[in-house]
């Protein structure tokens, strides 16, 4: 199995942060905290499923995450203080709110996103001081993306999706 090289990582995550952010790439220890506090808000049901744990994965080895961070949350438990892992990279004002709002996401990576989530995602956001309206609004901004995605996959695939083999 062939794997990028880190110029390759960082062309992907370059592009990524860029025409889905309008951003430059951070730090790996920024991407590092990030994808941790993903994967501790999807633990809110005190289970991490593959889909979620696939999801941010996925996202941020699009980002540009070394092969060793990838390797890492394989397998990372999600156990730590969220408190913790905020304080190793604080992130800005606009950061904390991409934070929720990717954490949203990832909880919602395998179909379900469920009151025990829904709690988990409320106390990262309280420790952000993000504001209970503002959950919501990031909420509501996922369920319009989802349709959205739907409405776009139905319009280009009348038909189902193609077969690619």
Request: proline share 4%; aromatic share 6%; charged share 30%.
């Amino acid at each position: 199995m062939t794997t990028a090289t880190d110029e390759t990582r960082k062309i992907i995550g370059e592009w990524v942060y860029k025409y889905t952010l309008n951003l430059q790439l951070p730090p790996q220890e920024s991407i590092e905290a990030f994808a941790k506090a993903l994967l501790i808000a999807a633990k809110g049901d005190r289970v991490i499923s593959q889909e979620e744990r696939d999801w941010v994965i996925g996202l941020t080895a699009a980002k540009g995450a070394s092969q060793q961070l990838i390797e890492e949350l394989k397998h990372y438990e999600a156990d730590e203080d969220i408190d913790q892992v905020i304080s190793r990279h604080p992130f800005s004002n606009q950061g904390r709110r991409a934070l929720i709002y990717t954490a949203i996401q990832a909880c919602g990576a395998d179909s379900e996103y469920n009151d025990p989530e829904k709690a988990s995602i409320r106390k990262i956001a309280a420790k952000l001081e993000i504001s209970e309206d503002v959950v919501k609004q990031l909420e509501e901004l996922c369920e319009e993306e989802k349709a959205q995605f739907t409405k776009r996959i139905n319009l280009l695939y009348p038909n189902g999706l193609p077969l690619l083999v």
